[in-house]
């Protein structure tokens, strides 16, 4: 097959290669948006589970604190050993429903590369088009 080239323009070998090149360099430059993306998500998750945390555990220090004094004036009713019962019954509860809770939010978070998905649905379609000229 003898390529055709009319004055002024590129024949269709160049065309092809310059599309393959191009797609190359697209390709490359949408795995490094990828990757910024998922750096920056990931940032933003562990500075969140850091605070949690922190918070977390200075909460668990005052509700200590706060429990024992329900279970002693409790205890000014009824045996200190029911009062004890009562309070860590409640308090696994509520535990119980927090962790579901927060299992719940885990598995809501959308941690794909949505910029980078979008992006390359955009340059399929743009592959597309350029092909079928």
Do not use: N
Not at 17 to 38: F, H, I
Not at 47 to 74: E, F, T
Request: charge should be neutral.
């Amino acid at each position: 097959m003898q390529e055709v080239m009319v004055t002024g323009q590129r024949s269709l070998g160049e065309l092809f290669s310059e599309l393959a090149q191009e797609t190359g360099t697209l390709v490359r430059k949408e795995v490094e948006l990828a990757k910024v993306e998922m750096t920056a998500k990931a940032k933003v998750a562990g500075r969140d589970a850091a605070l949690v945390a922190g918070g977390g555990s200075i909460v668990a220090l005052g509700a200590m604190a706060l429990m024992g004094a329900l279970i002693l004036a409790l205890g000014t009713l009824i045996p200190l050993w029911a009062s004890a019962l009562i309070v860590g019954a409640m308090v696994t509860i509520i535990g119980g429903v927090l962790v579901a809770m927060g299992i719940r939010a885990f598995k809501g978070l959308d941690a794909a590369p949505r910029q980078t998905i979008e992006t390359l649905e955009e340059d399929k379609r743009w592959l597309r088009e350029q092909v079928s000229r």
